[in-house]
């Protein structure tokens, strides 16, 4: 069945991107606020037929955490912001590339400003398109994100071709639909532009991902899990250390050089941004006491602090403006 294209664009702004879970189509992601200071997101996307070409434009540091598309293939770069930006852990070089298997989990951690792309694709026409233009099929990852490196230039170009093709969606979107015609040669372009990339990419080098990155990314994402599972109340970082099989010193150093935090300050930031979360869809009978206590805080005035300096007011603040 052949779906009429269609353009999309959302702006966020303040605690609304905490709702915004679908920002990669078919994936589900949620943001964790780095900063209490003002902040917007711009996002765009564009469906054609079997392809959804998207990006994000952060005007702030940011985590996101997730999964992405299990339907498809994900290819994904860095606009702008590419050397203060991790996927995964990994440092993306300001020339890489991004090949996601279906399904794979996502960490996207930017310490300032940034733009991302992502292009989703069914593996099958990357594939035919790259016999078509190259007369071989390429190598793709199964399980883990993998980094490539473009010659110069190439991001350049996919940018262009990203920009330009949002914007003119948006203008043809605004005075009417977009022509089936257009929108399969805007697809196809797209498709061969990244397959040509790809073709033409290398090891990423110092960018690429290591067995020890995979290994201290499945650590960080483990300990999380532990920590944000209420198994732990009490949690301390010696009994993390205990569980995972690694000392308090090679755990600190791990989350530093992986995130650029200490083990306390990564999990205070995600429960409390599950607690923002929480507090902006709260039901009727919902309680601030309710939520701290599921996210593990047991000491309300420290509650409230610690929450009023990550997100600029009290939790009871919040609740009070959503209910109105």
């Known amino acids: 069945m052949s779906f009429p294209p269609i353009y999309w664009r959302q702006n966020y702004s303040g605690f609304e991107l905490q709702q915004a879970f679908d920002v990669v189509y078919g ?13 917007a997101m711009a996002h765009q996307r564009l469906a054609l037929g079997d392809l959804r070409l998207e990006t994000g434009c952060y005007d702030f540091p940011v985590i996101a955490r997730g999964s992405m598309p299990r339907e498809a293939l994900c290819l994904g770069f860095m606009a702008e912001g590419g050397i203060t930006t991790r996927c995964n852990t990994t440092a993306m070089g300001d020339d890489d590339i991004q090949i996601y298997p279906a399904g794979v989990d996502l960490l996207y951690h930017a310490a300032g400003s940034s733009r991302w792309v992502n292009f989703l694709v069914p593996e099958e026409q990357v594939q035919k398109t790259a016999l078509r233009r190259m007369g071989q099929t390429l190598e793709l990852p ?16 996919l940018t262009v071709l990203t920009t330009d093709a949002l914007g003119l969606a948006e203008r043809l979107a ?8 257009l929108a399969d040669t805007i697809g196809q372009s797209l498709v061969d532009a990244y397959v040509d990339a790809l073709c033409d990419a290398a090891p990423a080098g110092k960018s690429g991902r290591t067995p020890a990155e995979e290994r201290h990314h499945r650590l960080i994402l483990a300990c999380e899990r532990l920590v944000l599972s209420g198994e732990m109340a009490d949690f301390s970082l010696a009994d993390i250390a205990r569980r995972s099989g690694y000392t308090q010193r090679s755990l600190q150093m791990i989350f ?14 995600a429960r409390l941004n599950g607690a923002l979360r929480d507090l902006l869809s709260a039901a009727p009978a919902c309680t601030v006491a309710t939520v701290a206590a599921k996210w593990g805080f047991r000491h ?3 509650f409230s602090q610690y929450y009023r300096q990550a997100f600029g007011e ?6 009070k403006r959503v209910r109105h």
């Open 27 to 39: 994936g589900h992601i949620e943001h964790r606020l780095l900063t209490a200071r003002s902040s």
């Open 142 to 157: 199964r399980r883990a994100m993998t980094s490539l490196r473009l010659p110069p230039r190439s991001r350049a170009t």
């Open 174 to 181: 605004s005075t009417g639909d977009i022509a089936t015609e």
């Open 256 to 269: 530093k050089n992986s995130v650029g935090m200490t083990p306390g300050r990564w999990f205070m930031n």
């Open 300 to 302: 309300m005035p420290r």
């Open 314 to 319: 009290i939790p009871s603040e919040t609740l």
